[in-house]
């Protein structure tokens, strides 16, 4: 079975700081995963994914995450975190039907 | 890029009553949709998965008689809560994969969500 999980429930950085949401995960065959943004009200924005390839993926608005298949985690990390950047995040892992799993979400909070 | 809408964005109804969401895929075509719920402060929970022309799949404990789903086009799926009662009230989310992109194409498309509130 695919599952993630987001270990802190929130997260606090000041602005221009670097930021890590943490994610870690478990399935069965290849790891695909995924991270997605979702600000209040809004559905889900994708901002990257690893499906094969070099461990250090970039996405979108300078998020990157880095594959670590020893510790089974997805870190997401930003070098110098925005206020813009508080929002929701959800780590996710895709089975082979194209289902999606979604960790508990990690709320971050970017203070100026 | 991909955009996938919602409709109604929110919606106010009656216990007892029932509600259609509709799902669609505005750029693409969309054999499989997929729908989500998402309760405050929690993660999105997968309902079921909406197929073009065929039944539905619907995960384990989701009542496919209270969650109506029809997928009757390659762009449009509907989501049908009937006999809404307040603990149906929720954030709805769909989702839709690109039916043309090979299948090593993974990236999903997800609509803005339409928020239910059942009195």
């Known amino acids: 079975a695919q599952s993630v999980a987001q270990p802190e429930d929130q997260v606090n950085v000041a602005e221009g700081n670097p930021l890590t949401v943490k994610c870690t995960y478990s399935?069965?065959?290849?790891?695909?995963l995924f991270w997605y943004v979702q600000y209040p009200n809004r559905g889900l924005q994708f901002l990257l994914k690893?499906?094969?390839?070099?461990?250090l993926v970039k996405g979108s608005y300078g998020f990157e995450a880095e594959f670590n298949k020893s510790q089974t985690s997805f870190h997401l990390k930003k070098p110098s975190a925005l206020v813009s950047d508080s929002a929701l995040y959800f780590c996710?892992?895709?089975?082979?039907?194209?289902?999606?799993?979604f960790g508990s979400g990690t709320k971050l909070n970017v203070k100026p | 890029g991909a955009v996938v809408s919602q409709h109604p964005s929110w919606v106010i109804c009656k216990s007892g009553t029932s509600v259609k969401i509709e799902c669609r895929s505005l750029?693409?075509?969309?054999?499989?949709m997929f729908w989500y719920r998402q309760f405050p402060k929690q993660s999105l929970m997968l309902m079921a998965t909406?197929?073009?022309?065929?039944?539905?799949?619907?995960e384990q404990g989701v009542e496919k008689d209270k969650f109506l789903i029809n997928h009757a086009s390659l762009t449009l799926s509907t989501l049908t809560v009937t006999s809404a009662h307040p603990e149906d009230s929720s954030f709805y989310i769909c989702?839709?994969?690109?039916?043309?992109?090979?299948?090593?194409?993974?990236?999903?498309?997800f609509g803005p969500g339409t928020r239910l509130t059942v009195l």
């Open positions: 989702s839709a994969r690109d039916a043309l992109a090979g299948s090593s194409t993974d990236t999903q498309y």
């Open positions: 399935v069965s065959g290849n790891p695909y």
């Open positions: 690893y499906i094969t390839g070099d461990n």
């Open positions: 996710a892992v895709r089975d082979d039907f194209n289902k999606f799993y």
């Open positions: 750029d693409f075509q969309a054999t499989t």
């Open positions: 909406s197929n073009e022309g065929s039944k539905a799949t619907y």
